[in-house]
Structure formats: structure tokens, C-alpha cells
């Protein structure tokens, strides 16, 4: 609130834009992964926020990590809205960002986000699934057999028990869990091959989480997890355990390709006159 009157009733809402598929259908353009705090309504593809009061000066926010599902990397053109209600304003105010989703130099390893979502799409059988089950569930029995904490420190049995580890990071009650979270989705790239172990951390592109100034940029991926999960099962104090989580951050956002500016999404920010 940069006004200098208190604001009473103040509700935020956010339309989910949709896009076309090939097919004609109308489908939201992303599937919502985390909300903090969460909605106090939805309604359709419509996220509600009933803030209360909000006087001069003081501010509120939402967080909304989302993850694009349609359409392919086609340079297509995505607008999302939100806007504000209170009792003292006549009409509401909005602001909008529009996104174009474009193909870019170098190709994305993958997040826990990424690897969320593709479970979730092949276990709804949603035409916008990547990866088959028979994949995924091939992908989990190797790194069952291969890793020396799955699954014998987190359950992992399933891909269903997977998809909750990876979806609901808000879960997480220590540093390991969410270090786990991370190694997990490190663990699929790799066995999917979208990452060669035996890369290098400066062979990669640095994405949307940098690499801590304190790691060795020739240590391999496959050194990572080992380390990673050597620090794990020994118990390791917070601090060690939340550094591995970043570097393993670092190469899950990745890119392997050309460097250069990370732009996968280029935003185009416009705030409507109130």
C-alpha cells in the first residue's frame, strides 16, 4: 500500500492464463507447484487472496512457483494478470506480465519441479508427459539399486511416494529432507541421461541458482552424489548438508550448451495506471 490511506478488505486474485493445443483444446499455460501462503479460494483458474486490512506503508505478498506446461518452446505468447480490490479503491487495479516462451541456447537439465510434473502428467496419462511410465518406473528400480540412501532413508518404492517428495517441498522437516528433495532429482537426470556423470561443474551453464563460491568447479557429478550422500548417512552437520543442496540446485538448473545469458523465459513487465 503506497497510499497514504489504510486499506480495508484488500483481496488479490490471479487469473491462470490458458493456452491452445494442437488439439483445440484450451489447457491452463502452467501447472501451479507451490503457493505460499496458499489461496483462501479457488475457483477454477482463478487463485483468490483475502488479505483483510492494509494500512499505509505496509505490504503483502504471495509467492507462486509454477512450471510451464503448454505449449512447446514455440515462442507463444503468455499474458498473466493480477489484481487488487479494497474497500477505498473505485475500480480494481491490475498488472500484468507477459511472457514469451522461446527456445534458448543450451538445453535445461531439469528441477525438482520439472520431474514433479512429468510424474504427475504420466501417472494421469496427460498428453503433455514427456517420459512413459515404463520409463520412469525403469528410471526409479536403477537408482533403488544404485544409490546408497534410496530407499532405504526415504521411501521410494513408488513412483506415487516419489511425486510426494518432489512436490511438496513445504514438507520438508530438516535439511536432509530437502537436500534428499534435490538429490532425488539429480539422481533422474542422471539416469535419464539428461546429465553425464562424469561432467564437470564448469561444464555446465549456469541457470537460475549460481554454484557457491566455495565448491570445486572440477569436481564431476557423479563425485556430488557420492559426497552428498557419504554426508547424509553420517549425519553430517545442517550446514554441510544445505551446501551440497546448493551446488546440487546449481547443476539441477543448469544448462549443458552454448553460455551465455540465461534467459529462457524474457519478461516483459507492464503495470497498469491506478
Known sequence: NNGTCDLTGVVITEDIPTVTTVDGDEVPAFTVVTMDPSPTDQTGEML???IGDLLAGESSAMTITVVFDEPAA?????VNT?????EEIEDEICASATVEIGDFAGRHIGGPGFW?????????GRHNARFTLEELEAWLVEINETSLMFPELWDTESLESVQDLLCRPSQAE????RLSRHLLTLWFNIVSERI???????GLCAGTA?????????MTIAELVAAAEADILAGAEDEILNFWAEVIDFVNNATIGACGPFEPLRSRNRRAAS
Not at 74 to 78: A, K, L
Not at 174 to 177: G, N, Q
Open 48 to 50: 483468490v487472496w483475502a
Open 116 to 124: 514433479c510434473n512429468q510424474i504427475r502428467f504420466a501417472i494421469e
Open 74 to 78: 514455440d515462442g507463444t505468447i503468455v
Open 210 to 218: 549460481p554454484l557457491p563460491g566455495d565448491a570445486d568447479s572440477e
Open 196 to 202: 553425464d556423470p562424469e561432467l564437470t561443474f564448469d
Open 82 to 86: 493480477v489484481c487488487v480490490v479494497a
Open 174 to 177: 530438516t535439511v536432509a529432507d
